[in-house]
Nanobody, 122 residues
Framework: QVQLVESGGGLVQAGSSLRLSCAAS????????VAWFRQAPGKEREFVAT????????YYADSVKGRFTISRDNAKNTVYLQMNTLKPEDTAVYYCAAGRLPLRSVRGYDYWGQGTQVTVSS
């Protein structure tokens, strides 16, 4: 079992930065791939970024490449999403998820947090 809790969301102006945190509990957390997804009102949940457990390799959605960085600190059981040069279209509820492989599909993840709201004003 893995339990995930997101934090760090808020209301910011376009061009600003935020760092989201995903605090995890569970004995085997370090063996899971972790991903960030986001969902805006009226839209499907979409992939943002993921990081593997084996070699810490990372993958990003095209829409956030060069702006967002995913990282993890296994000693702290925490995964981060550093978001820079935020745009209004980044506004969404951001979810942390854990699964066996660093996939881009929501179906690839078994455990989910409650989400944290990120709102970017123009």
């Amino acid at each position: 079992q893995v339990q995930l809790v997101e934090s760090g969301g808020g209301l910011v102006q376009a061009g600003s930065s935020l760092r989201l945190s995903c605090a995890a509990s569970g004995r085997t957390f370090s063996t899971y791939a972790v991903a960030w997804f986001r969902q805006a009102p009226g839209k499907e949940r979409e992939f943002v970024a993921t990081i593997s457990w084996s070699d810490f390799s990372t993958y990003y959605a095209d829409s956030v490449k060069g702006r967002f960085t995913i990282s993890r600190d296994n000693a702290k059981n925490t995964v981060y999403l550093q978001m820079n040069t935020l745009k209004p279209e980044d506004t969404a509820v951001y979810y942390c998820a854990a699964g066996r492989l660093p996939l881009r599909s929501v179906r690839g993840y078994d455990y989910w947090g409650q989400g944290t709201q990120v709102t970017v004003s123009s």
